[in-house]
């Protein structure tokens, strides 16, 4: 079975830099994973959830939210199966929990992720 497992989130002062993880498992024997894309995704509460970032397994490729673009970088570790969210200049409306998630196929797609981890929380005081 897939599973996601995500650290890295805390609290810190506007302009600061946090680096999120998300660490997988049971990727090799689900068919067609390896083959997909990860992606981070955040949540304010009573709002939906939006995407942020996402890379592709197989090559690298990568997309960004306009919000992320310039602040935000998304990488990954095939062998680890871990991918990363590092977040600089961050701002108070970066404020959310954060979540990793999986998806199946080689679009590098801001929809249709089907396994996800728990969250965790990143404030941005200002």
């Known amino acids: 079975q897939v599973q996601l497992v995500e650290s890295g989130g805390g609290a810190v002062q506007a302009g600061g830099s946090l680096r999120l993880s998300c660490a997988g498992s049971?990727?090799?024997?689900?068919?067609?994973?390896?083959?997909?894309?990860m992606g981070w995704f955040r949540q304010v509460a009573g709002k939906e959830r939006e995407f942020v970032a996402a890379?592709?397994?197989?090559?690298?490729?990568?997309d960004y939210a306009d919000s992320a673009k310039g602040r935000f970088s998304i990488s990954k570790d095939n062998a680890k199966l871990t991918a990363y969210l590092q977040m600089n200049s961050l701002k108070p409306e970066d404020t959310a929990v954060y979540y990793c998630?999986?998806?199946?196929?080689?679009?590098?797609?801001?929809?249709?992720?089907?396994?996800w981890g728990q969250g965790t929380q990143v404030t941005v005081s200002s």
């Open positions: 998630a999986a998806r199946r196929g080689v679009v590098v797609a801001r929809t249709g992720y089907e396994y």
């Open positions: 049971g990727f090799t024997a689900s068919y067609g994973v390896m083959a997909g894309v």
């Open positions: 890379i592709r397994w197989s090559d690298g490729r990568t």
